[in-house]
């Protein structure tokens, strides 16, 4: 009983190609290898041309063309604006058209002047005087001062502040104190 079985697997299965490889055959008849398409819609004609060359006085043609057009920015909406009338002059600049950049923040203003400073013999670590009015601020590298501003670094004839709330920095530079000998 196996063996019938077996036998008519394999003929079955043999049938199944012999099937496939005719339809395969069939279908390749033509050259081209896809079904529908004959061969001769793929001849190839070439153009009918006889002595191709540049033709440069149709090339001087276009360089010599100037663009007489609105001119507009073809990046804005609005319409464009419209040609200036026979009688009035034509306006030598155009306005700005895009967006306004604010102008650059105001230099830093510091409210108080600096006057002098001091340096520790043993660490090296200096110190800013500062008047503010009346007031005499003495201030070390990297503390606040005035609620606000914050002593980067401290030179021989200057310092570096920065505004705590807009890292804006400005830089004051050493002032003298009036000849007190010069009232005498």
């Known amino acids: 009983m196996r063996g019938r079985k077996e036998f008519y697997l394999s003929v079955g299965l043999l049938v199944l190609l012999a099937v496939a490889t005719y339809y395969f055959l069939s279908s390749r008849g033509d050259g081209t290898g896809i079904p ?57 600049a155009r306005a700005f058209v895009g967006p306004h950049v604010p102008p650059p923040p105001p230099p830093l203003q510091v409210p108080a002047e600096f006057f002098g400073y001091a340096a520790e013999p043993h660490g090296g670590r200096r110190v800013a005087f500062f008047s503010n009015g009346d007031d005499v601020l003495v201030v070390g590298e990297g503390e606040t001062f005035l609620g606000r501003f914050r002593l980067d670094h401290i030179r021989n004839d200057s310092v570096d502040v920065e505004e705590v709330a807009s890292g804006r920095r400005a830089t004051l530079q050493l002032v003298q104190p009036p000849d007190q000998g010069a009232n005498r």
Do not use: C, W
């Open 36 to 92: 529908g398409v004959l061969a001769s819609d793929t001849k190839f004609e070439p153009l009918q041309i006889r002595e191709p060359e540049l033709r440069m006085d149709l090339l001087e043609k276009v360089r010599k063309l100037e663009y007489t057009g609105s001119h507009r920015n073809i990046f804005v909406v609005m319409p464009a604006p419209p040609p200036p009338s026979v009688g009035q002059p034509v306006q030598a």
